[in-house]
């Protein structure tokens, strides 16, 4: 299992950030390649093994499943959402599964295949939220 979710940023020195799914703890990879554990000044090793997220037109990626159950085996590499509500979510786990959550009730199973899931989750918003399809997806 990837423990590590990787998302490229361009915050000041800041290149990428990296978050461990299964403790929340981020490090930050500076424009230099040097890493830092998150607010500290303490100097780490970039992780060697890591999710790299795939971007999906008008869907923004989350990364982490922070509210983790003792003795927990799968875990939420992250979500990616269209509105900034959480209104429709699509979890990425561990395991491979992909569901929809449609205001935080899961609503089905996607594939496992990542962009027919994002399809089928556009398809959704589309069919069931018009406005924030028109306002966020629709290219």
């Known amino acids: 299992m990837k423990k590590w979710v990787k998302q490229e940023v ?3 020195d800041i290149r990428a950030i990296y978050t461990d799914i299964t403790t929340d703890q981020r490090i930050q990879e500076t424009r ?3 890493c830092f554990i998150h607010n500290t000044n303490k100097i780490c090793e970039k992780p060697t093994e ?3 997220p795939q971007e999906f037109e008008g869907w923004d990626f989350y990364a982490g499943g922070y509210n983790l159950e003792e003795g927990q085996t799968v875990f939420e590499i992250g979500t ?3 509105d900034g509500e959480n209104i429709v979510v699509v979890y990425l786990f561990t395991d491979g599964t992909i569901q929809l959550y449609d205001q935080g009730i899961p609503e089905m199973i996607l594939s496992s295949n990542l962009e027919e899931a994002m399809e089928k989750a556009t398809d959704y918003v589309r069919v069931c939220y018009p406005h924030s399809y028109k306002q966020f997806l629709s290219v």
């Open 10 to 12: 361009n915050f000041l």
């Open 32 to 34: 230099l390649g040097q």
């Open 50 to 52: 890591f999710f790299v």
């Open 80 to 82: 990616y959402c269209c």
